[in-house]
């Protein structure tokens, strides 16, 4: 034991130290505590000095009362599901979905991204491969071992979300261009009645929704967790990211006027930002994503930060009000918790100022109450609770 980097001793609260695990490491213990699953690194069998020196990874999964136990060698990340008697593994394009009750496994390939939630009995995956044979949005039932296609195409297929009734799914369908995401012919498919009655399929083209602004595009994500669409508690918003979208004319003359443009890199005084942090706010804008929310029957999108509102505060108890946060007149190296705030209509998109040249505490410029509808402010003397219906405040902290 001296020469193992790692002993994970698994202890059963009577009886004592009931398992000991050489090199084991990131145990995690299956909700109802019956399971144990964890990683084991070897050290190399591999002679001192030498240069092939290469340690296997795996994956332990054992039942803590019979001491079965499963190994996988693999690096893949690995949870168990809330609520459910399953354990999956998943890596770069794999899924490995193991029933406990039933020890047997059900292993989907060519993963796009897959999700699960603990309200559903489903798990909602994609298949993406580089030909789009079998590429499509599915859905497997892990207790009848069933896989059921919702939609297939010659397409690719991101960022799937579940509304608040699992019973409805929202993902982007797109192409790519040069392999890149074809943002200028991307939509938003919605499946409906999914689990029961007859499925329903809407789709929304970008080209065709209103009010989109013409330098944004759909910010569609194809890593396999991402937040990029959430429903509103009705069905009838769907709030969203957007990313700024060069046109190709545009595209092809920064590329000329880089080629041309001066190496050398000038600050004035006058300036809000340094210029080693205006270099470095560059370099991120590429990445930048903004909040925005379309609206399904009225096939409208309206962005909700950009330029004039950097930030968005909410709740997660309504989809009805957020804080947006400005700053742009009280940009500086030294003081960045100056804002005006304004309060969000996310029914409706009306912005509204409540806040001149707030000042935020601890960085953070307000907290809000759990169901969404009010927000704590604090002007340095006192706290304001702001009821956002009334559009009203009240000193809450004073004779305190």
Known sequence: ENNQTDVLYIHHVKEGIKYKIPDGNNPVFSFASDWIAYKIK???????GSKEKKDTTYIELKHLESGFT????SEADFSFLEDKNYFITNDKNSLVIYDLEQRREHFIGNLGEYLVDKKSPYIAYTITTEDKRGNGIYLYD?????TKALTTGNFMFSNLSWNSGKDALAAYKFNKKEKEIDYDNISIVVLSNIGSGQLETLEYPVQEMEAMPEDMALAANTGKSSEGITWSKDGDRLFLKLKKQEKEEDKKAKKEAKEEEATVQIWHWKDKKLLSQRIMEEGRKKD??????FFRTANKIMP???EAIQNLLFSEGTDHWAIGTDNREYISDWDVNTHDLYRINLKTGEKKLIEKKFRSRYGSPVELSPDGTKAILWDEEHYWCYDFAKDAKHNISEGV
């Open 42 to 48: 070897p050290e190399s069998d591999a002679k001192a």
């Open 70 to 73: 499963v190994r996988y060698e």
């Open 142 to 146: 892990p207790v009848e071992r069933t």
């Open 288 to 293: 930048e994503t903004f909040d925005a929310v």
């Open 304 to 306: 909700l930060t950009g």
